[in-house]
């Protein structure tokens, strides 16, 4: 599932690929796969959508909001957003397929589950999509150690773990169980970790480790894990996951162990990240 580096990285290809098209067909399949989630009725979008010419796109946390003049589109994580060119292959799954005049397309197909909503602006009060809006990137410099330890400091925070703060509660909307590997792996501290028993030091290093392995993934195209807009794979190399595992860790060659935790799978290292 794209989280906030992949998101970055889509809404700007979104933005340089659609500059002036405009949407001539809007098409959903006629049953929608179940774990599609829309905003109102989706055979009403074309209504919605149609003549409209696109404006921009950005990354809300780790969703993506296209702008069609006063419309939105906004796709949560989940959903995979590729491009088409005029003679490329239709995508038989997606669940949202708007054709523009010059013949190029986009689809949207859905992984596991994920949002589709479409609404003129103004009109959609989803709490994911506000608080999304209203919390700062860890890609910007507003979401600063000041920032990061206000957020740490709420009532309660202690008994959380590692993984519990910072992936539950869109506390940083679109850093979920993905990112965090590589985060918690970079700061040497261990997915389970009590925030209560963390020093002033560690708070420090999960601070810049958030910030860094962000902006490095958004800047090597995001997660190898993922696709981009085009459909390839992002430049970033993961160090903690699924194609790593039982390897050796890259800093102290234990080997990279996974567990199940809180409604996801957890990659680490019992050498070097501690608990
Ligand atoms: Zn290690």
């Not at 905003?39 to 696109?54: D, I, Q, T």
């Not at 679109?174 to 040497?188: E, H, P, V, Y």
């Not at 050796?248 to 162990?257: F, K, N, S, V």
């Given at each position: ?153 709420f009532a309660g925070a202690g008994k959380h ?34 925030i209560e ?79």
């Amino acid at each position: 599932m794209i989280e906030i580096p992949e998101a970055f990285v889509i809404a700007n290809q979104i933005d340089e690929t659609l500059a002036s098209k405009k949407v001539e067909k809007v098409e959903v399949p006629a049953k929608p796969n179940k774990y599609s989630f829309y905003f109102g009725n989706p055979s009403e979008y074309w209504r919605l959508l149609n003549g409209a010419v696109f404006s921009s796109a950005r990354a809300l946390g780790g969703m993506v909001e296209i702008s069609f003049e006063s419309r939105r589109l906004v796709l949560s994580d989940g959903a995979v957003i590729t491009f088409h060119d005029k003679d490329g292959t239709p995508e038989s799954k997606s669940q949202l397929t708007i054709t523009f005049g010059d013949g190029t397309s986009l689809t949207v197909r859905i992984q596991l589950y994920g949002g589709i909503w479409c609404f003129n602006e103004g009109e959609f009060n989803n709490k994911y999509y506000l608080a999304a809006q209203e919390k700062p990137s860890p890609l910007v410099d507003q979401f600063n150690e000041a920032y990061f330890l206000r957020i740490l400091d709420f009532a309660g925070a202690g008994k959380h773990s590692l993984k519990s703060f910072l992936a539950t509660e869109q506390r940083i909307p679109g850093l979920g169980n993905g990112t965090l590997q590589d985060i918690a792996w970079t700061s040497g501290l261990h997915p389970k970790i009590k925030i209560e028993s963390l020093s002033d030091e560690e708070r420090g290093r999960l601070f810049s480790s958030i910030r860094s392995v962000m902006k490095k993934m958004a800047m090597r195209g995001g997660r190898d894990s993922e696709k981009d807009f085009f459909g390839n794979r992002g430049g970033y190399t993961t160090i903690m996951g699924k194609g790593t595992y039982g390897k050796p860790c890259p800093r102290c060659g234990a080997l990279i162990e996974r567990q199940d935790y809180l409604g996801g799978k957890i990659y680490f290292c019992s050498g070097c990240q501690k608990k």
